[in-house]
């Protein structure tokens, strides 16, 4: 079964500050993880894809196989980052549906 | 050049009373969720949709729901006999489709159910 695990219901950090999203899956096959975001008013939207290896925003994530994660970071965190991020995964190449983690509410004070 | 649109964006029913939700995906997305978002239980799957095939039900929590995909496009989801724990967003989204990894899949806004 496919499962995705975020220990943080809240984050609190600095601007300025490192900030680490934790996220956890269970998958018996290759995934295809992903980072939404979702700030306030907005609607949910893609933030990055493991795939992609890209950096948005300044976030960054590696899939650790060996380890099971996913987890978000970004050196040095700004307010406009404050927002819901939610870690979700894909079963694959032909998978049908996203199953995403619980979601962690990031907030950055000034 | 519109995104997902999902109506109405708010809903107060009463106990008991059926509600329908509607979604229209982005012109040509052949895939079609609907997502349940629970304050505090992140999002849910509910119900997928891809093409012409058969829709996977798996995460639909009672035989309460259901939802439908006409003509390949606009979608309702119908709750009948709403509980207050149904009370939640119900979130759409659509995708190119499935097939190929790179697909992003693009949310509409939300309706948020309040069920009294």
């Known amino acids: 079964a496919q499962r995705v695990t975020q220990p943080e219901k809240l984050l609190s950090v600095f601007k300025g500050a490192p900030v680490e999203l934790k996220c956890n899956y269970s998958?018996?096959?290759?995934?295809?993880l992903f980072w939404y975001v979702q700030y306030s008013r907005q609607r949910l939207q893609l933030l990055l894809r493991?795939?992609s290896r890209e950096s948005i925003k300044g976030f960054t994530a590696d899939l650790n196989k060996g380890e099971t994660s996913f987890h978000l970071k970004k050196p040095f965190a700004q307010e406009e980052d404050s927002a819901m991020y939610y870690c979700?995964?894909?079963?694959?190449?032909?998978?049908?549906?996203?199953?995403f983690g619980q979601g962690t509410r990031l907030t950055i004070n000034p | 050049g519109a995104g997902v649109s999902q109506s109405p964006s708010n809903k107060v029913t009463e106990k008991g009373k059926d509600v329908e939700l509607r979604c229209d995906p982005i012109?040509?997305?052949?895939?079609l969720y609907w997502y349940r978002q629970s304050l505090g239980q992140g999002l849910e799957f509910l119900i997928y949709?891809?093409?012409?095939?058969?829709?996977?039900k798996s995460g639909l929590p009672s035989d309460r729901f259901s939802a439908e995909r006409t003509g390949g496009s606009v979608s309702t989801l119908t709750i009948q006999r709403t509980q207050q724990e149904d009370s939640a967003v119900y979130l759409c989204?659509?995708?190119?489709?499935?097939?190929?990894?790179?697909?992003?899949?693009?949310f509409g806004e939300g309706s948020w159910l309040t069920v009294v």
């Open positions: 979700a995964l894909k079963g694959g190449r032909g998978a049908q549906k996203l199953v």
């Open positions: 493991h795939i």
């Open positions: 998958y018996s096959g290759s995934p295809e």
């Open positions: 989204a659509s995708s190119l489709g499935t097939a190929h990894s790179g697909n992003t899949i693009y």
């Open positions: 012109s040509g997305h052949t895939a």
């Open positions: 949709f891809q093409g012409n095939s058969a829709p996977d």
